[in-house]
């Protein structure tokens, strides 16, 4: 049994976890920082790395003070190590080092979206290789073919906004307040989602992609009008999103061989109409649905100490000179698609 220590700090949440390999989490702590940013709508990079600087060393105490243990006691140590905004990931990245250096242990450099990625495997000890993974959160919209640790093949991103980014940004239209995805959930509760007429983008399409750039100024179209209730035009962009994501993962199911699992990752996932609709799609398929906890889908630390400990039993591990990545693509031989340059 070993246990890793995971740091996570590449966009505005700080947080730090112990997790072991069968899979116990024994200690994990989240600061989040919406507060800080609530005021900018959005994320601010200056004001995010500033607060993970205040925050991590502190936390990381406080984590293994949760577990009553001593950094002595850990085999490991994770961080995310990109993609994401460098300065925070600079911050997590370089604690992790210097603990690494001054206890002389192992130094797991993880890839953010690996964590989010692989989480599933955590909550489910069941979950075997091959899978197909719709990632979808603030900063991605992805389906992947999950084959192994570090071994991903990227069967579609989005050509302009994630799907997070368009439940913000409809939030925000809506003046829902940031962050918007949770919000937009609730209201769409009371609305009716046929009232608003709303594009699908790229549904049927040939290619493999997501748009959601053209649904989000349809919401701001028919906000404008001034002829829908908010309520319903939440409900009737949550359904657009979600015709287009089931449309999309359906091309996706279709162009792959046998899979274990249809698994759905990333902020967005908590929300639960989009989880039961993938649901239905997978029971469809005959395919098991695996959504991890709400606690895993958002940015976490246990998520990266996992990855850590897959990445450790497989006898990797990194040097400590190993660079942040603002970039890092999960399958580097993806081609680029327009529009998405910014979201790896
Ligand atoms: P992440 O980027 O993984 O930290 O996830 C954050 C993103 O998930 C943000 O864009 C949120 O608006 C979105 N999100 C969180 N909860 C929900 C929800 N219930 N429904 C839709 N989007 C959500
Ligand atoms: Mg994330």
């Not at 009716?192 to 053209?214: I, Q």
């Not at 061989?257 to 989009?274: C, D, H, R, T």
């Not at 005959?286 to 100490?305: E, K, Q, R, S, Y």
């Amino acid at each position: 049994m070993r246990t890793v220590l995971g740091i996570e700090s590449s966009c505005d949440e700080t947080a730090a976890a112990l997790v072991t390999s069968d899979r116990k989490i024994l200690a994990q702590r989240i600061a989040s920082q919406d507060e800080a940013h609530r005021p900018y709508g959005g994320v601010v990079p200056e004001i995010a790395a500033r607060a993970h600087a205040e925050r991590i060393a502190p936390l990381i105490e406080a984590t293994l003070a949760d577990a009553g243990m001593t950094l002595d006691e850990v085999d490991a140590i994770a961080a995310t190590a990109g993609p994401g905004l460098i300065g925070g990931v600079m911050v997590g990245l370089v604690t992790a080092k210097a603990l690494a250096m001054a206890t002389g242990k192992p130094l797991i450099a993880v890839n953010h979206l690996e964590g989010h990625a692989l989480s599933p495997r955590l909550a489910d000890a069941d979950l075997q290789y091959p899978y197909l993974l719709l990632l979808v959160s603030g900063g991605h919209c992805q389906i992947l073919l999950v084959e192994g640790v570090g071994s991903f093949r990227r069967l579609a991103t989005t050509i302009d906004d994630a799907l997070g980014e368009a439940f913000d940004k409809s939030a925000k239209l809506l003046g829902l307040g940031y962050p918007g995805g949770p919000a937009m959930e609730r209201l769409a509760l009371e609305g009716d989602p046929r009232a608003v007429p709303l594009p699908r983008p790229l549904k049927g399409s040939d290619e493999p992609h997501f748009s959601f750039a053209g649904l989000k100024s349809a919401v701001m179209r028919a906000k404008q009008s001034g002829q829908y209730a908010d309520a319903d035009i939440a409900a009737s962009f949550q359904q657009a999103a979600i015709d287009c994501l089931i449309d999309r993962a359906r091309r996706a199911l279709a162009s792959v061989g046998k899979v274990n699992a249809l698994v759905v990752a990333g902020g967005v996932a908590a929300n639960k109409a989009i989880r039961g609709a993938l649901e239905a799609l997978a029971a469809e398929h005959g395919l098991d649905f695996v959504a991890p906890p709400l606690a895993l889908c958002t940015d976490n630390a246990a998520m990266i100490a996992w990855a850590g400990v897959e990445r450790f039993a497989m006898g990797q591990s990194d040097p400590l000179d190993v660079a942040a990545r603002p970039r890092w693509p999960l399958d580097p031989e993806a081609e680029t698609v327009r529009g998405a340059g910014v979201k790896a």
